[in-house]
Nanobody, 124 residues
Framework: QVTVVESGGGSVQAGGSLRLSCTASGFFGGYRMAWFRQAPEKEREGISCISTRGDITYYADSAKGRFTISRDNGQKTLYLQMNSLKPEDTAMYYC??????????????????WGQGTQVTVSS
């Protein structure tokens, strides 16, 4: 069992950067981790995911080249570095944990544990 809590969201101008963190309690190292986001009136979408050891990652096309996912198992923390932010990145961002095999970008149905979300707002 794992509980995750996100932090690091906020408001930023287009072109700026933010780093989201997700701190876990419980057995963090055994979970594949992911970041999702959900904009108003849109479906929740996978942004990036990472293997238990951090050596395998997947990104949505919208995140490639701008976002970087990483994890520190000793600190039980997942990160999402977001650069070159755009207004269309505005959404609630969610941390997610799962024991499902990692062979593609996760979808919401793959997730076993969700965080409460952190809001990211990018202004033009």
């Amino acid at each position: 069992q794992v509980t995750v809590v996100e932090s690091g969201g906020g408001s930023v101008q287009a072109g700026g950067s933010l780093r989201l963190s997700c701190t876990a309690s419980g057995f963090f190292g055994g979970y594949r981790m992911a970041w999702f986001r959900q904009a108003p009136e849109k479906e929740r979408e996978g942004i990036s995911c990472i293997s238990t050891r951090g050596d395998i990652t997947y990104y949505a096309d919208s995140a490639k080249g701008r976002f970087t996912i990483s994890r520190d198992n000793g600190q039980k923390t997942l990160y999402l570095q977001m650069n070159s932010l755009k207004p269309e990145d505005t959404a609630m961002y969610y941390c997610a944990a799962t024991t499902r095999p990692l062979n593609r970008l996760f979808v919401p149905a793959d997730v076993q544990h969700w965080g409460q979300g952190t809001q990211v707002t990018v202004s033009s």
